[in-house]
């Protein structure tokens, strides 16, 4: 969709999230008034004011080389600017090959705490040469100022996994096209600072990236080799032939970059600094080889280095003063937004992560984890550096950025993680993991407020033993009790080796209509994930029973000989499955039923889960795939049985031969009889009741077996004396990985649980049993929390990813059905602003697609980039239907958006990221949404590099979509009829004050 506003590529989310005591974003504010600038350098380790090459009292003389003069007066405002910072009004001027030696004592700061800075104008914009400082290769570097051509950079770097991830210089300059590309001059400014201490530990040594990149060690591994760390920021925003106030600041913990007094790009440094091991070049760099790089062209005003951290007001005088500074945040970083919707971090290199929210006297405080480098800070491929920030709201539309919750403050703090915060005795304490690779500091640390807004960092470290955490006040409000959850012991087991095997069960179908549903199922895992035997009725034929598997592998193909089913609802039939060799048999009721002959048998590998009441663990939400009735009793035996032995078995008793997991619902639990498996855990609507367990076909199965893990239930009634629970809080599959990002909440009668990978549990009482949801993910979004808010609303933030961890904060409403399911909808507050409804044909406002045996569609043209549409899809007999959006022609570009009514999966077909030339095939889905068969009302925003859609007011589902050329909207069918109407197509409205640089993000 084309764009009517210019577009985004010069300003791109230019500027970094500040962690001082400042909002993120923002200048430094004065801390009672500047000292005259030239106060600054008194006490400098070192000054050039470049008028000679030995002015009085210089301890460091320079000595000039090439097309290098010293001493250019400066006129006008130039001098007016230079006097103002400090400087004396002149400048020394570089031309070809020109550059500066500096000569005596060595002037390297002792630690970590210094400042350097460097006032001067590049003439051609270009940015590309070196600047200042003591190179000889990244091994060697010191303190080295450059600039560089972006588009030289790497653009592909490796996690601590090995999976291959985007560099924010491929944001910029590998897509020209990309959502977040810079026009104009490619030209960085990057400080690279060598760090000076031992080997890394074994546990940061892990967060490196393993293997190789091009048959090259990737970026993070070469840097964390040359204890090399990188500031940098593109000038093309700055304005590349301006004057500019270039700092770094080191502060022991925090390596910073200021431009024209604003903060633009901080790194977390480990160590002190590496000594100079070259020459100290001016407007050029030594080579490893002792050549030496010069390119300079331009003037240099004045530079200096201290050996301590010049403070924000220093900043800010040697930068112009405050006012300038602030003027200087705007024009290069444009405003601060007040719509937390869609909001990411304003900066060339960051995200936005992890989220949880807290609702207290009418104010909506949403903390949340900023991203830097793409998975590159502080030698770290796995975190690197991250710092909790908040916005907070008190009406969801206008939102204020308050200073960094918890910044990082400590070398030995790697990040700042994922906990939550809790009221209690009048203040807000705040849990959350820091680990220390290093030392033994790692663990949950605490940080308390009584504002809400400044936090401070309990002095004992950790605070408690663990990691990710959650904490809440206790559900009853008479009571103190404080409660948090962790990670807890991980147990359990599969099943044993399966050769020749049986299975048993005692089931009651609801109906006979059922079309592929699974009553009674093993499944592999690990490498076998995926392979299954399972009893299932009616996949291949109508009401008949069979042994169902992966790819009909062990599976009957011809089963019209076998009888129907005539069963009615309430009635038992006891079914079994038993697998000798090449050899498959079913029985009903203990009579022979099915005998054929298989290619190969399969042998079920140890570890084998149990699954009743869904026909393979990959269909959940199908469904078809889901049995509705009961089971009584479930039994898996590790011998084929004869059928004498089963005709003998009788549900809720032993029989002769011992089952390896036995699943009896008796005693009105799921428990293993046999003490293979741990006890099984319910999903979606299953419910055990009445001595079996009741399905109703939708979503609901019990799953048992394979590694569980639990979540420890700790409480306190002051938050310092803490005590473990003697029973978990929850005990589930470790590849929900519960412990990750953990969330307990009370919404009317419901409490939930959410955490990890597609975690959503349920129950009516505080601390379960719990229900699974299934499919569990609420819309595209990765570790979301919520929090309240007014009355009876509950809003779920998280974040929608970007080529890695980290990307955009999304917000939800939830949405809670009679059974405690929970959706999602937009929130209304939220949803952007947008202008009168563009004017269209008549003939758009209304019509019917008919397919006959194509794809016909529609397509609305000349929209703008960012619109939001709406309209009302009515299947009349179409199998799929859907929109294809940001489309230029309706068929090959885009991304489409297609509604399956018999499978219930909405899905998006293609993705991108900041760095992707390309769509990526796939998108994200949603499955089991019921209902696609009648009218559906969508919602659409697209927003930037955003498509986001709510279908009906109780879905949800985001995507990433980048098409600056896509303006059209498609509207298609297959496989019958679907009418179209209420069409309707407006602009965003997004306010940017005049004179501001206009950013992608905004």
């Known amino acids: 969709m084309t764009s009517h506003h210019p577009r985004p590529a010069t300003i791109a989310a230019i500027a970094v999230g500040l962690a001082l005591a400042t909002c993120e974003g923002r200048v430094a504010a004065s801390d009672g008034g500047t000292a005259p600038a030239a106060a600054a350098f008194r006490d400098a380790a070192a000054t050039w004011h470049l008028r000679a090459a030995a002015e009085p009292g210089q301890r460091h003389p320079l000595v000039a080389h090439g097309e290098a003069e010293l001493g250019v007066p400066l006129e006008g405002d130039d001098r007016a600017a230079s006097l103002a910072r400090g400087g004396d009004g002149y400048a020394a001027r570089f031309g070809r090959g020109g550059y500066l030696e500096v000569a ?9 705490e210094f400042t350097l800075l460097v006032r001067l104008r590049d003439d051609a914009g270009a940015w590309d040469a070196p600047l200042f400082g003591s190179y000889g290769g990244d091994a060697a570097a010191g303190i080295y100022l450059r600039g560089v051509d972006g588009a030289t950079l790497p653009f592909r770097d490796l996690n601590y996994a090995g999976g291959p991830v985007s560099t924010p210089a491929a944001w910029m300059f590998g897509w020209p096209e990309g959502p977040r590309a810079i026009e104009g001059s490619r030209g960085v400014v990057e400080l690279l600072w060598g760090g000076k201490f031992g080997e890394f530990s074994p546990a940061r040594a892990g967060m490196l990236p393993k293997g190789l990149l091009g048959g090259q060690p990737p970026p993070l591994a070469a840097d964390a080799r040359d204890r090399v760390q990188r500031v940098f920021f593109p000038m093309e925003p700055t304005g590349p032939k301006a004057w500019h106030d270039l700092i770094v600041r080191g502060t022991g913990a925090r390596l910073e970059l200021w431009i024209d007094g604003v903060l633009v790009d901080l790194e977390f440094p480990l160590g002190t600094t590496r000594p100079a091991a070259a020459p100290r070049l001016v407007g050029a760099a030594a080579l490893p080889d002792g050549k030496v790089l010069a390119g300079f062209r331009g ?25 300038v500074a602030r003027e200087r945040e705007l024009a290069i970083l444009g405003p601060m937004p007040e719509q937390l919707q869609y909001y990411r971090v304003r900066g060339h290199d960051s995200k936005a992560g992890d989220c949880f929210p807290i609702f207290h006297d009418g104010t909506f405080r949403l903390f949340y984890l900023i991203l830097r480098r793409n998975m590159h800070s502080k030698w770290d491929g796995g ?24 910044p990082v403050t400590e070398q030995w703090e790697a990040w700042n993680g994922t906990g939550n915060t809790v009221l209690h005795d009048g203040k807000f304490w705040m849990f959350y993991p820091t680990p220390d690779y290093e030392g033994s500091k790692g663990g949950i640390q605490l940080a308390t407020s009584i504002d809400g807004v400044h936090f401070s960092k309990h002095p004992k470290h950790p605070y408690l033993p663990g990691g990710d955490c959650e904490v809440f006040n206790d559900p009853d409000p008479g009571k103190r009790t404080v409660h948090l959850l962790k990670a807890g012991p991980a147990s359990g087991r599969g099943l044993p080796e399966l050769k020749d095997r049986t299975l048993v069960a005692w089931a009651s179908p609801a109906d006979l209509e059922q079309v592929g549903a699974g009553v009674l199922t093993v499944e592999g895992a690990g490498d076998q994930a995926g392979q299954f035997d399972s009893i299932v009725l009616g996949e291949l034929a109508p009401r008949r029973w069979m042994a169902g598997s992966n790819g009909f592998l062990r599976t009957q193909k011809g089963q019209h000989a076998s009888p129907e089913e005539a069963a009615r609802p309430g009635e038992w039939v006891q079914l079994a499955a038993s697998y000798r060799g090449r050899t498959v048999t079913l029985h009903r009721n203990g009579a022979l039923y099915a005998q054929y002959e298989i290619d190969a048998p399969l042998t079920l590998k140890a570890g084998a889960k149990v699954v009743l009441g869904l026909r393979h663990l990959d269909r959940r939400g199908d469904p078809a795939a889901h049995f509705r009735g009961a089971i009584a009793d479930a039994r898996v035996y590790d011998v084929a049985l004869s059928g004498d032995q089963i005709a003998a078995l009788r549900p809720h008793e032993p029989g002769p031969v011992r089952p390896v997991a036995w699943l009896d619902f008796r005693d009105g639990a799921g428990a293993d009889r046999a003490g293979t498996l741990p006890p099984g855990e319910l999903e979606g609507s299953a419910r055990v009741r009445d001595g079996a367990l009741v399905l109703d076909g939708s979503r609901g199965a019990l799953v048992a077996g394979g590694r569980k893990v639990a979540l420890a239930h700790w409480v306190s009634d002051d938050c310092e004396r803490w005590t473990e629970l003697p029973e978990p809080f929850l005990v589930t599959d470790e590849s929900v990985v519960p412990q990750m990002c953990p969330h307990w909440f009370r919404w009317n009668d419901w409490y939930y649980f959410m955490g990890g990978v597609e975690g959503v549990f349920r129950s009516r009482a505080p601390y379960g049993p719990w229900a699974r949801q299934i499919p569990g993910r609420l819309d595209n979004l990765a570790v979301p929390k919520t929090g309240a808010f007014a009355v009876n609303r509950r809003i779920l ?34 949803i952007p602003a947008s202008g009168p409804p563009l004017a269209r044909p008549d003939d758009e406002a209304a019509m019917i697609l008919r397919s006959e045996g194509g794809k016909p569609n529609h397509l609305f043209k000349n929209l703008p980039n960012d619109a939001r549409m709406t309209l009302t899809l009515s299947p009349q007999g179409a199998t799929r239907y859907g929109v294809r959006v940001r489309t230029s022609d309706g068929k090959s570009d885009g991304t489409e958006l297609s509604l399956d009514p018999a499978a219930g999966r909405v899905a998006y077909s293609a993705s991108t990221h900041s760095a992707s030339r390309g769509p990526l095939p796939g998108g994200p889905s949603l499955e089991a949404v019921r209902g696609l068969d009648r009218p559906i009302r969508l919602d659409i925003v697209c927003r930037h590099d955003i498509v986001d859609v709510e279908i009906d007011g109780r879905h949800t589902l985001v995507n990433r979509y980048w098409n600056p050329k896509g303006d059209g909207l498609a509207v298609w069918a297959e496989g019958g009829a679907l009418a179209v109407r209420d069409v309707t197509i407006r602009p965003l409205l997004e306010h940017v004050p005049p004179g501001a640089l206009r950013g992608p993000e905004r």
Do not use: C, K
């Open 104 to 112: 005596g004592p060595a002037f390297d700061p002792p630690g970590a």
């Open 299 to 323: 003037l240099i005003d004045h530079a200096a280095l201290w050996h301590r951290p010049l403070s924000d007001a220093e900043i800010l005088g040697l930068s112009g003063g405050e006012a």
């Open 383 to 406: 975190h690197g550096g991250l710092e909790i920030h908040q916005a907070s709201t008190r009406n969801l539309v206008h939102w204020q950025h308050h200073p960094a919750a918890v």
């Open 797 to 830: 933030a998280g974040f929608l990813n970007d080529d890695g961890w980290g990307g955009n904060l999304v917000l939800r409403e939830l949405v809670q059905g009679e059974d405690g399911s929970l959706g999602t909808r937009f929130v209304p507050e939220m």
